[in-house]
């Protein structure tokens, strides 16, 4: 019953709040784009 509250939409977030995981994810993009990055996957 426990492990339930550690995964969200098939996701194991091991109890990370929401805040922690926008800021991961800001992380994330800061990182990897830039100015001349497509958002456009063609």
């Known amino acids: ?3 339930v509250l ?3 939409h098939r996701v194991f977030n091991a109890r990370i709040q929401s805040t ?4 991961s994810y800001n992380n994330i993009i800061k990182n990897n ?3 001349s990055s497509s958002i456009y996957g063609a």
């Open 1 to 3: 019953e426990a492990w």
């Open 6 to 8: 550690c995964f969200t």
């Open 20 to 23: 922690q995981r926008v800021e």
């Open 33 to 35: 784009v830039n100015e």
